[in-house]
T-cell receptor
Framework: AQTVTQSQPEMSVQEAETVTLSCTYD???????LFWYKQPPSRQMILVIR??????QNATENRFSVNFQKAAKSFSLKISDSQLGDTAMYFC??????????????FGAGTILRVKS | GAGVSQTPSNKVTEKGKYVELRCDPI?????LYWYRQSLGQGPEFLIY????????DSGLPNDRFFAVRPEGSVSTLKIQRTERGDSAVYLC??????????????FGEGSRLTVL
């Protein structure tokens, strides 16, 4: 079974600064996806960024980027120029990539990020 | 609809009662998922539908939990004889379920269930 570990229950950052959230995972699969989802107080999960395991290049989406270390099974999220609207719970998630399996996500426990003005 | 819609947003019930939670996925999405999120935790998978059939129900905790999707669109999660430990936010998500699917799940805002 796959497991996802987020070792930082809470993080704080000053507005406009950079913060990195950590995630490690355990799997014997070779074909998979990794995700970071954001959950604001509204409870709706919103996709932040997605990484395909077979791609060596780290994914980037505007102010968000990842450091994907496949051998180490590490998948950290870097948020640059932090904004007050980035305050939320962030979840790292793993997905096996098999058509018949569906898009079943395994989530970590989450990291609460607070951006301070 | 434009997004995944879940009703009710909040539900308070007494121990032993029956509850139904409804999910209306994004139009055209054939895949639908239910997750349960306990306080301070990440969501845990309950069940996955492809069309009308439950393709994977391995996450349902016991036989008090049941879900249906009779017409391949709206889904209902049913919980019988509720217990205090069932208190959680129940999240629904959908995805296109097609070959071009990017793997992204689109979530609703969840139904918060409180069992007194």
């Amino acid at each position: 079974a796959q497991t996802v570990t987020q070792s930082q229950p809470e993080m704080s950052v000053q507005e406009a600064e950079t913060v990195t959230l950590s995630c490690t995972y355990d799997t014997s699969e070779s074909n998979y996806y990794l995700f970071w989802y954001k959950q604001p107080p509204s409870r709706q999960m919103i996709l932040v960024i997605r990484q395909e395991a077979y791609k060596q290049q780290n994914a980037t989406e505007n102010r968000f980027s990842v450091n994907f270390q496949k051998a180490a099974k590490s998948f950290s999220l870097k948020i640059s120029d932090s904004q007050l609207g980035d305050t939320a719970m962030y979840f790292c998630a793993f997905m096996k990539r098999r058509a018949a399996y569906g898009n079943k996500l395994v989530f970590g426990a989450g990291t609460i990020l607070r951006v301070k003005s | 609809g434009a997004g995944v819609s879940q009703t009710p947003s909040n539900k308070v019930t007494e121990k032993g009662k029956y509850v139904e939670l409804r999910c209306d996925p994004i139009s055209g999405h054939t895949a639908l998922y239910w997750y349960r999120q306990s306080l301070g935790q990440g969501p845990e998978f309950l069940i996955y539908f492809q069309g009308t059939g439950a393709a994977d129900d391995s996450g349902l905790p016991n036989d008090r939990f049941f879900a249906v999707r009779p017409e391949g669109s709206v889904s209902t999660l049913k919980i019988q004889r509720t217990e205090r430990g069932d208190s959680a936010v129940y999240l629904c998500a959908s995805s296109p379920g097609l070959a071009g699917d990017t793997g992204e799940l689109f979530f609703g805002e969840g139904s918060r269930l409180t069992v007194l």
